[in-house]
Nanobody, 115 residues
Framework: QVQLVESGGGLVQAGGSLRLSCAAS????????MGWHRQAPGKQREYVAL???????NYADSVKGRFTISRDNAKNTVYLQLNSLKPEDTAVYYC?????????WGQGTQVTVSS
């Protein structure tokens, strides 16, 4: 079983930046891809970004060029750097991890961008 703990959310003005972290712990024998999704009020959860075990990254068009995903394999941690934030980025951000067997989700961290 893998547990995920997210941190780094908060309130920021439009144009500002935040850095989200997600640390995995538990029975970890290997981590495949790591990623982030988000869910805004009244909307479905949507994909944000993903990073593979070899560091290949992929982004949703809505965040491309503004967000950067990275990972520290020694710490089993994935990061999401959020720059040039917009009010429409306001959402609960969830990290997810695949350990080659199952998918795990964090509890979510709130990001609020004021205009």
């Amino acid at each position: 079983q893998v547990q995920l703990v997210e941190s780094g959310g908060g309130l920021v003005q439009a144009g500002g930046s935040l850095r989200l972290s997600c640390a995995a712990s538990g029975s970890i024998f290997g981590i495949n891809h790591m990623g982030w999704h988000r869910q805004a009020p009244g909307k479905q959860r949507e994909y944000v970004a993903l990073i593979t075990s070899i560091g290949t990254t992929n982004y949703a068009d809505s965040v491309k060029g503004r967000f950067t995903i990275s990972r520290d394999n020694a710490k089993n941690t994935v990061y999401l750097q959020l720059n040039s934030l917009k009010p429409e980025d306001t959402a609960v951000y969830y990290c997810n991890v695949n350990d080659y067997t199952d998918d795990y989700w964090g509890q979510g961290t709130q990001v609020t961008v004021s205009s």
